[in-house]
């Protein structure tokens, strides 16, 4: 396992660091919407670059598919982007995904991959009570590789490990134009706040990205004041590592990039106004629906 000591995000191997000369196409990916709360980080720091953002709506959530189902479908899905759009550089902007599909796609594709993990060492770190909880899907929870992390980096903690088998669809509902009410959010995060001991929880790391997306209600709804502890930004560190800072750049300069951000849907149902508006307020305006077949072909 290869994990940064810093934040929540997996280390790609350092022999696949890219010549920074020219301008990258960088694929954010994620079951859904929430992989652009990453998208948003990873633009600030390469505002040059080229963007495709993926969401493999059609199957989504991913927190309920079996882990032979998670590796085959995202390993398929990313057969045909990477054949597609052809990008330097991918993150999987998904902790579900990248708890468990990393390898298969390391060892099948040549280019470099960033992953989203649960960032329990920042949230151990931080932590004055040594309680803490990691919010994510029922898919992450599982994972081996979750509670390896919390082995080795929040041994001395009292870790509640938080699957919400709902809160990754309220985000999409949200962003689609369709409040969800107070209530529902707060029995998603209320096994989170532990008080034992004289002890209660201090921080929650956000294992699932989208989950920040909600971030002001949560904050509102928490039954008392905590950490909530969101990769992105390293994520976005993590980018710039591999690929280089960008080129510094006027407020109009030449050099910014003359793509627009694409994103990409592999079903599209979802694509009502409210939702594009969204999109568009984010910077992807052009949306694109590229169905991918179950099969491979
Ligand atoms: N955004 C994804 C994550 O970070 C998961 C949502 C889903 O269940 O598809 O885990």
């Known amino acids: 396992m290869r994990v940064d000591l810093l934040a929540g995000t997996h280390y790609a191997p350092a ?6 000369a020219r301008r990258p196409t960088i694929l954010i990916f994620d079951s859904g919407l929430g992989g652009l709360t990453v998208f948003s980080e990873v633009v600030r720091a390469r505002p040059d670059a080229r963007f495709i953002y993926a969401a493999d709506d059609a199957v989504f959530p991913y927190g309920r598919l079996s882990e032979a189902e998670l590796v085959a479908r995202v390993t398929l899905v990313m057969d045909h982007l990477i054949r597609r759009h052809g990008p ?6 998904c902790n579900t995904a990248s708890t468990l599909v990393l390898p298969a796609l ?23 009570s040594r309680a803490i909880a990691v919010l994510a899907t029922p898919g992450t929870v599982a994972r081996d590789y979750t509670r390896d992390l919390v082995k080795a980096y ?7 490990l938080v699957a919400s088998h709902r809160l990754a669809t309220f985000a999409e509902a949200e962003l689609a134009g369709a409040p969800v009410e107070d209530a529902a959010i707060a029995a998603e995060i209320a096994p989170c706040f532990t008080e034992e001991g004289g002890r209660r929880t201090d921080a929650v790391v956000l294992a699932c990205t989208h989950y920040p997306l909600l ?15 969101d990769p992105a930004p390293a994520i976005a560190r993590r980018v ?8 510094s750049l006027g407020p109009a300069s030449s050099e910014t990039s003359l793509d627009a951000p694409v994103a990409v849907f592999t079903g ?7 939702l594009r508006q ?3 307020n984010r910077g992807l305006a052009q949306i694109v629906v590229e169905p991918v077949a179950a099969v491979p072909n």
């Not at 060892?107 to 960032?119: C, M, Q």
């Not at 971030?215 to 502890?229: F, Q, S």
């Not at 599209?268 to 409210?274: D, E, Y």
Request: glycine share 6%; hydrophobic share 50%.
């Open 278 to 280: 969204a999109l568009a």
């Open 240 to 247: 710039t590592q591999l690929l280089g800072p960008a080129p």
């Open 106 to 128: 390391r060892a099948r594709f040549s280019l470099p991959f960033v992953g989203t993990v649960p960032a329990v060492k920042p949230a151990a770190e931080r932590s004055r």
């Open 15 to 20: 022999a696949m660091i890219l010549p920074p």
């Open 268 to 274: 599209g149902k979802g694509l009502c106004p409210v």
């Open 215 to 229: 971030r002001p209600r949560l904050e509102r709804l928490a039954p008392w004041p905590v950490a909530w502890i």
């Open 88 to 93: 330097d550089l991918a993150v999987i902007a």
């Open 154 to 160: 929040a041994g001395d903690c009292r870790v509640t």
